[in-house]
């Protein structure tokens, strides 16, 4: 976006914007290295990308964004960068990390709630049956953590969600799942950042379930996590003001819904 006057019009700012962060989005989820790897001192130089087109197309777009010469610059106050997170920037193999906390949960929630033990989501998870699951999608996900945790206010879940992580390992790697991250595009992530850019995570996945890690991780604040999100219900028992989970869906951040999200 050029400076100073004429200002473009607000539709064609809108536009610019849009297209920028696509762009961005597409190009680094396409171009993320896979190594997994424990969270390291970061290299805001891409100091662990290989040489090739692949970082040259990431240093050559921040460069004529943030280039006040050049035709594509940005402002400082409008450079934002949006990233999936599953296979993006931490592993999803052989489970989305999610998927293996909603089973384990849900798998609890059937011993104390034998009524749901029928309802087939949970007959899947009951059954082992992933493909089921797989089938089901982030709704199906956000259907069966919303039945599990309904009624807990939102401080709640995110210390179920903290301890879980703090006790669940990958299968593989035998570390936790927040150690399992693609180390080069947490570089990519702190170099962005150096830029003045704005980094969020917009994710099919729970946004409840990612915020409570996101900022030590990838140093990115829950304020700038985008997700599928269960309904929410304010109470005030007795002058206790809470923010409570319900069983409904609010929003499925997933495919075509990924842009409205980040515009939202």
């Known amino acids: ?7 473009p019009s607000s539709k064609t700012r809108s ?3 849009a297209s920028t962060i696509v762009a961005l989005s597409i190009l680094l989820s ?6 997994a790897d424990a969270k390291e001192k970061t290299d805001t130089n891409l100091g662990l990308w290989n040489d090739s087109a692949r970082k040259n197309a990431i240093v050559d777009f921040v460069k004529a964004v943030t280039d006040e010469k050049s035709p594509d610059y940005v402002k400082p106050s409008e450079r934002i960068a949006v990233f999936d997170n599953d296979g993006t920037l931490w592993c999803e193999q052989p489970n989305y990390p ?45 259907e069966l953590i919303g039945s599990t945790y309904h009624g807990l206010t939102v401080d709640q879940y995110s210390d179920v969600v903290t301890k879980w992580m703090e006790s669940e390992k990958h299968p593989r790697f035998h570390q936790p799942y927040t150690s399992c991250v693609y180390q080069p595009m947490i570089e990519v992530i702190a170099y962005l950042q150096k830029h003045d850019f704005k980094n969020y ?22 304020e700038r996590v985008i997700g599928s999100m269960i309904k929410l219900q304010f109470k005030d028992d007795d002058g206790q003001p809470e923010i409570v989970r319900t069983m409904d869906i609010d929003f ?12 939202k």
Not at 1 to 7: E, I, N, R
Not at 201 to 222: C, H, K, L, N, Q
């Open 98 to 142: 999610q998927v293996v906390f909603i089973v384990d949960k849900a798998k609890a929630y059937a011993q104390t709630h034998p009524e749901v033990k029928d309802k087939p989501l949970f007959k899947a998870v009951l059954d082992g049956d992933l493909a089921a699951l797989g089938k089901a999608g982030a709704r199906g996900s956000q």
């Open 201 to 222: 995570i917009v994710s099919g996945g729970g946004a409840e379930f990612m915020r409570p890690w996101t900022e030590e991780v990838y140093d990115i604040p829950p």
């Open 252 to 263: 499925i951040c997933d495919s075509s819904q990924k842009p409205v999200a980040i515009e």
């Open 30 to 35: 396409v171009f993320a290295s896979s190594v």
């Open 15 to 17: 536009k610019k914007r």
């Open 1 to 7: 976006m050029k400076a100073p006057a004429p200002l």
